[in-house]
């Protein structure tokens, strides 16, 4: 029974990652501005932990993190220092789904969570490809069947402050 929900979860995580989320967010292309990769970790439409592409526009951030208000909050996790750029008003949406654990398992932030680097001037900045690799090694998922649909919820465990 375990290998085949094991299976069963593979099989949707291997759907949700060939979602083309550019289009699903609706980002704004064409702005002139840097090219971002990051990792963003949905939990308002539960569509998991995904790569995503994104033009560094306000617009963008706020379409990606699903809200008004953005804060950005650096986070260490493993041996790396990374930016969270996080829903401001998260614990005012209910349910509040809390996206990032800490490695007690507390959690940390709530709320849709995209996950970059920053360069010396504090910009967003791209993460690498071995970053990407081992961030989703740090991952929770779990599925949950709706009516019709079933969604991915991801979230990430082993966040710090330091």
């Given at each position: ?10 099989e949707k995580l ?11 967010y ?27 592409e ?31 750029v ?14 990032v654990f800490d ?9 849709n ?30 599925m949950?069947?709706d009516?019709?649909?079933?969604h ?5 465990i ?5």
């Amino acid at each position: 029974m375990k290998e085949e929900t094991c299976e069963k979860v593979k099989e949707k995580l291997s759907e949700a990652e060939n979602i083309v989320l550019q289009d699903y967010y609706e980002l704004e292309t064409g702005t002139g501005k840097p090219v971002i990769k990051g990792l963003l970790i949905d939990v308002y439409k539960m569509k998991g932990v995904n790569v995503v592409e994104f033009e560094d526009t306000l617009d963008n951030l706020y379409k990606l993190c699903d809200c008004e208000l953005i804060d950005v909050t650096e986070r260490k996790v493993g041996d790396n220092w990374y930016d969270f750029v996080v829903d401001d008003e998260g614990l005012y949406r209910q349910p509040a789904i809390p996206s990032v654990f800490d490695s007690n398992h507390q959690p940390m932030l709530v709320g849709n969570a995209l996950i970059c680097n920053h360069d010396e001037e504090d910009n967003l900045s791209s993460l690498t490809d071995e970053q990407i690799e081992d961030l989703k090694k740090r991952f929770c998922t779990a599925m949950v069947d709706d009516e019709d649909k079933t969604h991915i919820l991801s979230v990430l465990i082993g966040a710090e402050y330091e």
